[in-house]
């Protein structure tokens, strides 16, 4: 819906979708004056969220095991275009304190799909694995 032109600018809503992370572009053009040019905006799709999973049910402390994380779009499916870097984070469920470090902070990701293999936390307890792309989230 615009709201029409004023000082050569004019304000519309647009809703871009797709279930694809990757580069895109937008382009308006103003019909209405063939002096006016195209305008492109570039921008980047990102996934919605990420699954993660371990080899192994129950990791044991200092022990090596595989952490993978999937991009997932808004409806849950694999986002195979993405490769972008992830962060790894931990933070402690049970006990509430500890070393709080892994032996990993990033993963790289092909094809939507980061792997990890040895990682390892030190402690023993219950912990949340964070995993984010923060060029979007901080």
Do not use: E, H
């Amino acid at each position: 819906m615009s709201s029409g032109w004023s000082s050569g600018i004019t304000t519309t809503s647009v809703t871009i979708g797709g279930s694809s992370a990757g580069a895109g572009t937008f382009t308006a053009t103003d019909n209405s004056d063939s002096a006016l040019t195209n305008g492109t905006l570039g921008f980047t799709f990102y996934p919605s969220s990420f699954s993660v999973t371990t080899g192994s049910t129950t990791p044991s402390a200092g022990s090596p095991f595989t952490l993978t994380a999937t991009a997932k779009d808004s409806a849950g499916t694999t986002v195979s275009r993405y490769a972008g870097t992830v962060a790894l984070s931990v933070n402690y469920t049970s006990p509430t304190s500890g070393t709080k470090s892994l032996s990993t902070t990033s993963a790289t990701c092909s094809a939507g799909v980061c792997s990890v293999a040895a990682l390892s936390y030190p402690d023993a307890g219950q912990i949340t694995i964070t995993v984010k792309d923060t060029t979007y989230v901080s």
